[in-house]
Nanobody
């Protein structure tokens, strides 16, 4: 059974850092694509970074330079390292994954609209002073 589990959310002070993790399991694809999304109540979910197992990474401008994706290949965990967090980063962060239909680079470059089939439950990050 394929599933995605994230964790690492919680409170953090403005200007602080926090790392989220995403663990996909049950995937037996040769390559797969993943992405991090976030959603604030009352607003649409927004994609913030796309990643694939071929090493392609695309960051949304809202997080570029502050957020970094890395992968622990041995443990098969995708990390989202967030720094210089601001109040507007407060959101529920969700990880998504799927086979890279159409090629990994294509999926990663279109991560904001790609119809991922596997989603985590979300983990909340609250940034405050």
């Amino acid at each position: 059974q394929m599933k995605v589990v994230e964790c690492g959310g919680g409170p953090v002070q403005i200007g602080g850092s926090r790392t989220l993790s995403c663990a996909p399991s049950g995937f037996d694809y040769m390559s797969y694509c993943m992405a991090w999304f976030r959603q604030v109540p009352g607003k649409e979910r927004e994609g913030i970074v796309g990643y694939d197992s071929d090493g392609n990474i695309v960051y949304d401008d809202s997080v570029k330079g502050r957020f970094t994706v890395s992968k622990d290949q041995n443990r098969n965990i995708l990390y989202l390292e967030m720094s210089d967090l601001q109040a507007e980063d407060t959101a529920v962060y969700t990880c998504a994954a799927d086979e890279c239909h159409g090629g990994s680079r294509h999926v990663t470059e279109s991560f904001r609209t790609y119809p991922y089939n596997y989603w985590g439950q979300g983990t909340q990050v609250i940034v405050s002073s």
